[in-house]
T-cell receptor, first 109, second 114 residues
């Protein structure tokens, strides 16, 4: 069964810093990998979707990369802002969606 | 934009009650999912449906059932609520049965069973 891991579980950074969130998965036979943001008590908001044939996707200050052979994806956030504070989850898709437990990000003003 | 809505943001029910959670999506998506989310355990799939009247068990179906009578609506039913079903419940949908499409989530229902 696919296992998805996100390390660290929590991260605090000062405002303006660039940061990288990590996601690793055990089975490279995936259709895609999706990054989500979740604010406290809310649902998940899709940030980026990388198909298995792609290496990266960009949206504004966010850049997600995918390396299937090593079972890793990263989410790069440039020039972090307090409004980026949230939990970030990754999910990869095989015969169902498999989620990591997330990284809780705090950006300190 | 795809919109996935859930009938309640917060629910408080008593042990033994029958509980209905409803989810509606407005983009003619084929696939719909129910997850529960608990601290330290992440999201766990309860049931999913890839068509009207079709359902498939996920990883933790015990104590739950589902209904999909219309394409846009997917209901999660707790036949006899128990305190260990206190959780955040999240509904999601994707365009087709092929899982290469983006998954869209509703705002969640925080259920407390006392």
């Amino acid at each position: 069964k696919q296992e998805v891991t996100q390390i660290p579980a929590a991260l605090s950074v000062p405002e303006g810093e660039n940061l990288v969130l990590n996601c690793s998965f055990t089975d490279s036979a995936i259709y895609n990998l999706q990054w989500f943001r979740q604010d406290p008590g809310k649902g998940l908001t899709s940030l980026l979707l990388i198909q298995s044939s792609q290496r990266e996707q960009t949206s504004g200050r966010l850049n997600a990369s995918l390396d299937k052979s090593s079972g890793r994806s990263t989410l790069y956030i440039a020039a972090s802002q307090p409004g980026d504070s949230a939990t970030y989850l990754c999910a990869c898709t095989g015969n169902q969606f498999y989620f990591g437990t997330g990284t809780s990000l705090t950006v300190i003003p | 934009d795809v919109k996935v809505t859930q009938s309640s943001r917060y629910l408080v029910k008593r042990t033994g009650e029958k509980v209905f959670l409803e989810c509606v999506q407005d983009m003619d998506h084929e696939n719909m999912f129910w997850y529960r989310q608990d601290p330290g355990l992440g999201l766990r799939l309860i049931y999913f449906s890839y068509d009207v009247k079709m359902k498939e068990k996920g990883d933790i179906p015990e104590g739950y059932s589902v209904s999909r009578e219309k394409k846009e609506r997917f209901s999660l039913i707790l036949e006899s609520a128990s305190t260990n079903q206190t959780s955040m419940y999240l509904c999601a949908s994707t365009k087709t049965r092929v899982l290469s499409y983006e998954q869209y989530f509703g705002p969640g229902t925080r259920l407390t069973v006392t």
